[in-house]
């Protein structure tokens, strides 16, 4: 089995193609991130809402002031400026200190301060909210530091107007795990068991005492294991470089993508069977996985804006009801209750797909 | 071991394809350590046999026994006691012959160190030391296949399975490539070769030959070019390849008599 899993690494690593696929991706992922964000943060204009005007309140706006990151614009008087400020549309976001400030800080340990951020551009937004409640939160370890050990708390309360679900990038990130899920498992492993067939060596293999689940495990195992990272590079590059949260229960998406994974591989295998050669696999897997999932999945179109017949279509696609799980999971951070039925479906299909191939794969033997 | 010392028996085994009969009713048995030419023009059904009897397909109907196994019933049993050399190339072709060994002794359950003393073996054997760490592509298609053989071998079968071993490859080569047929023969492996080369005919210990699914003739080369009165085993498959196309002289006695087992 080992031996099997490392011979399908050397057909990976020796192949230009999986080569493509597998270091375009990265570069597939930066692009389709990189679409609609900006990730440079400079000068960035906001206001300030001082109720208090004390010594602390004046040492933190200074503190994020000479951060480089923000341009102060205005100093607001009243709540009431603050709505025609961001309509203006130059700022980005208001500090707004509670009165008394100073005072409540050292008699009670903690004081609040609310940010309200323009969130049009979510992943500005983002970014702004990131580094002002850090620039805060030094700001209160150095204070606390200083003052020998009383506990301080700064608590920061962030509100995300205009764009409260922070719609756009974040919709990015799901939309691109499921394709390049769908990419590496369905796409590479249809290519590769296909490749076996046209080259004759699954002949070589059939008729060696490995049973035909054990040539399966071992050719798709491999692409579990690269599925896997990949869904974690994303991840990472998610949550570090464009800082999206990820608000559900981490086990429980990754246990969600490895689900997914396999209906994948299924599929794969499935196109497999039924594709004669490695031109065929890639053709049917562009045609019948990608297309449909980059497409159809409301990835990038909305679903509810489909004609209605594509609205029907759509509720085959596997994809369609995995980037509903996923979102649930990273920006809702809802439990399984929330999407027990959409995973049931998935579940279900893996099941279908799965017996598809071990049919069409009897078939061929007899 | 079987009775007789038949290491394969055939009994009307027959193979379809929805209408269309690829096998029809064969009959033959094979000795241990014999080599045994399984001849006929392309798309005689000679793949569809052989695929039969490693495991790789069902019959549609009759019994073929294998190394003492019903290959039907126990196709797993089988499959420990053969060695089979696809007609397309089955070695791979982006990795080094060192990596290829490695990989098919690792599926047939070999021990590391039994898999590098195998490889030196047949490596010393083939002259092709210097190939160890070249990738398969690299290498010209005649020495290709005698690795494949090697390769085919490297668990020490009963039997062997050659489909076409030597499409394609220079005359020369394909000397060379029965040297090592005729020397694992002596070791005592059964070879069951497919070819459309006559002159390869002349070299197995006996020969069926194939035309539509049916098995018109068996016996060694000898007997066969007795049988039907010329010097060649060209000459031989000519006439029966022709037979069907000209049914009307000699009609369908002479199919049967070349059926007959002339062994
Ligand atoms: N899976 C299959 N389905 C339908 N027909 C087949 C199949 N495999 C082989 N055949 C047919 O059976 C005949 C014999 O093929 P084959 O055994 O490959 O011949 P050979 O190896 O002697 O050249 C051919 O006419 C071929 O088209
Ligand atoms: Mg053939």
Redesign the interface.
Same mark, same amino acid.
Request: glycine share 10%; aromatic share 20%.
């Given at each position: 089995m080992w031996a099997f899993i490392k011979k399908e690494f050397f057909h990976i690593f020796r192949d230009y193609r999986s080569m493509v696929i597998l270091f375009g991706m990265p570069i597939v992922q930066v692009l389709l991130f990189g679409f609609a964000i900006t990730n440079e943060i400079n000068d960035a204009q906001i206001a300030i809402l001082d109720h208090s005007k004390d010594v602390v309140t004046r040492e933190l706006t200074q503190k994020i002031v000479s951060s480089n990151y923000f341009l102060l614009v205005e100093n607001l008087e009243s709540n009431n400026q603050i709505e025609a400020e961001f309509k203006k549309g130059d700022i980005k976001q208001v500090v707004i200190f509670e009165s008394g400030f100073a005072r409540k800080l050292e008699k009670e340990g903690k004081a609040s301060i609310q940010l309200l951020l323009d969130a049009s551009e979510p992943n500005t937004a983002n970014m702004l909210n990131a580094y002002t409640t850090g620039i805060i939160n030094t700001y209160s370890m150095q204070k606390m530091i200083n003052s020998n050990a009383v506990p301080l708390s700064i608590q920061v309360d962030s509100k995300m107007l205009f764009n409260p679900e922070l719609k756009s990038v974040y919709m990015f990130v799901p939309g691109v795990i499921t394709v390049l899920l769908m990419l590496v498992s369905a796409m590479m492993t249809s290519i590769s068991i296909t490749r076996e067939k046209e080259l004759g060596t699954m002949e070589a293999l059939l008729v060696s005492p490995l049973k035909p689940i054990q040539i399966i495990i071992g050719k798709v195992t491999p692409y579990v294991l690269l599925s896997f990272i990949n869904l974690v590079v994303i991840l990472l590059l998610a949550k570090f470089v464009f800082l999206m949260p990820i608000r559900g229960s981490l086990v429980l998406l990754l246990a969600e993508c490895l689900l997914f994974i396999v209906m994948a591989l299924a599929l794969g295998i499935l196109i497999s069977t039924i594709s004669k050669t490695q031109q065929q696999a890639m053709m049917m897997s562009m045609f019948a996985l990608m297309l449909p999932t980059i497409l159809l999945s409301g990835f990038i179109f909305p679903i509810e804006n489909m004609p209605l017949i594509l609205q029907y279509i759509s509720h085959l696609m596997p994809p369609k009801w995995f980037i509903i799980i996923i979102k649930n999971i990273m920006l809702k951070g809802v439990g399984i209750s929330y999407f027990w039925k959409e995973t049931l479906i998935i579940a279900f299909m893996t099941v279908f797909f799965i017996g598809m191939s071990v049919k069409k794969f009897k078939i061929r033997l007899e | 071991m079987n009775k007789n010392d038949h290491i394969i028996e055939v009994r009307d085994l027959v193979k379809r394809f929805g209408s269309f009969t690829a096998n029809d009713h064969l009959n033959f048995t094979v000795s241990k350590g014999e080599i045994f030419g399984f001849l006929g023009a392309n798309g005689a059904g000679k793949t569809t046999a052989i695929?039969i009897l490693?495991?790789?397909? !069902?019959p549609t109907s009759g019994v073929a026994i294998v190394a003492g196994f019903d290959v039907a019933k126990y196709p797993?049993k089988v !499959? !420990?006691n $053969?060695g089979?050399?696809?007609?397309? #190339?089955?070695?791979? %072709? %982006?990795?080094t012959v060192k990596?290829n060994f490695? #990989?098919?002794g690792? $599926? #047939?359950?070999l021990s590391r160190k039994s898999i590098r003393e195998k490889t030196e073996y047949y490596l010393e054997k083939l002259k092709m030391q210097n190939f160890r760490n070249m990738?398969l592509k690299q290498i010209p298609l005649g020495w290709k296949q005698k690795l494949a053989f090697s390769v085919a071998n490297i668990h020490e079968p009963a039997v062997v399975f050659l489909d076409e071993p030597t499409g394609g490859v220079d005359p020369i080569t394909r000397r060379q490539f029965w040297e090592l047929i005729y020397d694992s023969a002596d070791k005592g492996t059964t070879v069951f070769v497919t070819t459309h080369y006559m002159d390869e005919a002349e070299y197995c210990e006996r020969v069926s030959i194939m035309s539509e699914g049916r098995i018109e003739a068996i016996g060694s080369p000898g007997k066969l070019k007795e049988e039907f009165g010329v010097n060649t085993m060209d000459e031989v498959f000519v006439q029966i390849a022709r037979t069907p196309l000209d049914p009307p002289i000699g009609g369908t006695d002479r199919g049967n008599s070349f059926k007959k087992q002339v062994n």
């Open positions: - | 695929k490693s495991g790789l397909s !069902k797993n !499959k !420990k $053969i089979y050399m696809s007609q397309h #190339f089955s070695l791979y %072709d %982006d990795m990596e490695r #990989f098919y690792g $599926i #047939f359950g990738l």
